[in-house]
């Protein structure tokens, strides 16, 4: 029986992959998860045991959050990443991991196939497939749902006849949780006019009394948050456990999938979104105005790339050197007061501070220049445009 490495979530999708490519293909099928940040421990047990029920030969568990913070994460709060403006790169982010976790696996144990329960119609099967056919491009890879083109209620049926009765109705909502945020889609997320009701989002406002909160970075990295150190993983999740009692970090990402078409999806981030905000504010007040501007660049164009599977490109490295370049003044805490539904960046404290200069304060007094200077200064900038205006007076 030839080895084949099965990404297995424990959805109906791969539960059908497990079934049909033991029984019906042969294979030995190993089934993998990779938790970067949204599975616990009894629901690992869980998946193991149905991945098992289902001819999986053996099921494993990657633990790769810290993987994904040092790998991934890091990088999304140094560049500040939000797609459109808006969307943290929760579970797109999770993929990249996830995929390169799955196929050294594979790789590890002397597979020569690797399956997903990836559609043809989403961004996932990209992300999967470019980073299975760049490391190992000898594997091949077996998409049973996506090459047959298959309906839930064809899988359903498939699993029935084939004594695997599990309850597969179909959730209302769909929720996909990581340490960097939890998506959500439903019916109102395939409109463009409808709202995810308030029932949808897996938070619900527990807190209404304003709290505030200090965190602390270190060189770009969230380090302590009200003074009591951390490790960024472990910040990131207490801050999430606090801040999404305030129903804090909902939205919906509206934005173009790789293969072409509009997507809509909500999406949960309360740490995600107050750990960029809060990061990006202290950079306003630590980094030059050029820095920013580059940053602003490379911050988009980093999670752009992310977003559509290229992580593997090496100038992903020559960005990740530049933003980790950037942090090395990004030190201090930023003050912050969360309320239901919103948060307020109120300001920050750090010896890096460009504020502290003693050269003056902005529209009070100048010190480190007389008024000639500046008369002076004004003069030639103006030059340019006297120029242009002389030339083309007409």
């Known amino acids: 029986m030839s080895k084949l490495v099965l990404a297995y979530s424990g959805g109906l999708d791969t539960s059908y992959c497990a079934k049909y490519l033991s029984k019906d293909k042969g ?4 089934a993998v998860s990779v938790n970067t940040g949204g599975f616990t421990k009894q629901e690992i047990s869980n998946i193991k045991k149905k991945a098992i029920e289902l001819g999986a030969s053996s099921y494993t568990s990657i633990d790769a959050v810290q993987t994904f913070y ?3 994460v890091k990088y999304l709060i140094f560049g500040n990443v939000l797609k459109n403006n808006t969307y943290p790169l929760s579970v797109s982010a999770e993929r990249i991991v996830q995929a390169i976790e799955i196929v050294n696996h594979a790789k590890k144990i002397g597979a020569k196939y690797i ?4 559609t043809g119609a989403g961004n996932d099967q990209v992300r999967f497939d470019m980073i299975f056919q760049i490391i190992a491009p000898e594997i091949e890879i077996i998409t049973p749902i996506r090459d047959n083109q298959l309906s839930r209620e064809v899988e359903i049926a498939y699993l029935k006849e084939n004594g ?5 109705e179909k959730a209302k909502y769909s929720i996909n949780k990581g340490l960097w945020g939890t998506s ?3 019916d109102e997320t395939l409109t463009s006019h409808s709202p995810l009701p308030d029932t949808a989002y897996p938070s619900q406002l527990e807190e209404r009394n304003p709290l505030d909160v200090k965190l602390t970075f270190t060189k770009g990295e969230l380090t302590a948050i009200n003074d009591e150190q951390g490790k960024p993983i472990n910040n990131i999740t207490k801050l999430n456990d606090v801040a999404s009692k305030f129903a804090i970090g909902r939205d919906i990402h509206v934005g173009d999938t790789i293969i072409g078409i509009k997507g809509r999806v909500g999406f949960e981030a309360a740490a995600s979104l107050l750990i960029i905000k809060a990061h990006h504010l202290l950079e306003k007040h630590t980094l030059t105005k050029w820095q920013q501007y580059q940053k602003e660049q490379q911050g988009n164009f980093y999670g752009m790339l ?4 290229n992580y593997l490109d090496e100038v992903m490295r020559n960005i990740e ?5 950037t942090q090395k003044n990004v030190s201090g805490d930023v003050f912050v007061t969360l309320h239901p539904y919103r948060f307020e960046l109120n300001g920050i404290a750090s010896k890096h501070d460009l504020m502290n200069a003693s050269f003056g304060s902005y529209g009070e007094m100048n010190k480190g220049w007389t008024a000639d200077d500046a008369k002076g200064f004004i003069k030639i900038l103006s030059n340019s445009g006297k120029i242009y205006n002389h030339v083309n007076k007409n």
Do not use: M, Q
């Not at 294979?27 to 190993?30: K, S």
């Not at 050197?321 to 370049?325: C, E, I, R």
């Open 27 to 30: 294979f030995e099928v190993h």
């Open 70 to 72: 040092t790998k991934v």
């Open 115 to 118: 399956a997903h329960g990836s």
């Open 164 to 168: 695997v009765d599990y309850p597969w």
């Open 184 to 186: 959500v889609g439903g």
């Open 306 to 309: 992310l977003h559509e599977g």
């Open 321 to 325: 050197a530049f933003l980790k370049d």
